[in-house]
């Protein structure tokens, strides 16, 4: 993580973490890479393909 105080959404996000759950951020070189975290413009994609 380069800033500490993105932590927060990252555990949260972790904590939650089941099929469905994303994390959406517009500074995704703040977080590991992972597939549950996503842009807004790639959240909305998922979101027109349910």
């Given at each position: 993580m380069i800033d500490p105080?993105?932590?927060v959404f990252y555990e949260v996000a972790m904590t939650k973490r089941?099929?469905?759950a994303y994390l959406v951020t517009g500074n995704k070189k703040?977080?590991?890479e992972k597939a549950f975290i996503v842009t807004p413009t790639e959240m909305?994609?998922?979101m027109?393909?349910?």
């Open positions: 105080k993105d932590l089941d099929e469905d703040h977080f590991p909305l994609e998922i027109d393909q349910k």
